[in-house]
């Protein structure tokens, strides 16, 4: 029985470590979105330190996106930063309070439209902790920091908001007035392949103990 426990207790730090892991760095949903949409973006920051808080993160907008609105977020504020023609480039997000501890995380929503020409979403953020340290999520997939991704698929050959001033302005409001729903889908997908991976760690932990009761 004594065995029986330990394993469990072993099991169960195991799942925590593993949902830690699954969520510690910067991410920007959906992961897939298509040409020419306007579309709402989820920045999701969690706090990974044990010791410090997080205070603030910067997320870079390429090209690829043109980002004009922001949800409000209380107990943060946000600052913009423009290039010369006047398209946002980045974003910063500084916590008003004492900041992100290791067990929580933040969301902050942001709308815009996808290039018709884009073919992926680059989105490089930098993390910046209470001792001022900075975490640089802006490396590859597989590497030990990455940059989110979002995939861009091809148009689907309707219109877009493509016929001009007035159909691009229908399709902002549109998009604005769907920002709720929009943002509840994003959450609901990004959160499909964590919940199936807990899932499937909870079941082996009753399949074990199961077993173990068999045998004792």
């Known amino acids: 029985m004594k065995k029986l426990l330990t394993l469990t207790i072993s099991m169960i730090g195991a799942i925590t470590l593993f949902v830690g ?4 760095h910067v991410t920007v949903q959906p992961q897939e979105t298509t040409q020419g949409k306007y579309e709402v973006f989820t920045v999701r920051v969690p706090s990974e330190s ?4 997080t205070m603030k993160v ?21 600052e913009v930063q423009k290039d010369d023609t006047g398209k946002i480039t980045s974003a910063t997000w500084t916590t ?18 996808v290039a018709d020409d884009a073919e992926e979403i680059v989105w490089k953020a930098y993390q910046t902790y209470s001792d001022g340290s900075v975490v640089e999520w802006v490396g590859a997939p597989d590497a030990d920091k990455p940059a989110s991704f979002t995939a861009v698929n ?11 001033a007035s159909a691009d302005s229908s399709k902002d409001h549109s998009a604005a007035g769907d920002l709720k729903n929009d943002v509840e889908a994003n959450t ?3 959160n499909v392949p964590l919940y199936l991976s807990i899932g499937a760690l909870i079941a082996g932990l009753l399949a074990l103990v199961l077993s173990l009761r068999k045998r004792g």
Do not use: C, M
């Open 21 to 24: 892991v699954a969520s510690a």
């Open 50 to 53: 044990e010791d410090v808080q």
């Open 58 to 78: 910067e997320v870079k907008f390429p090209e690829e996106v043109n980002i004009t609105r922001f949800e409000a977020k209380p107990g943060w504020t946000y």
């Open 96 to 113: 008003e309070g004492k900041g992100l501890t290791a067990s929580e995380f933040v969301q902050f929503n942001v709308q815009g439209k």
């Open 154 to 164: 091809p148009a689907d050959g309707s219109d877009h908001g493509h016929g001009g």
């Open 188 to 190: 609901a997908t990004s």
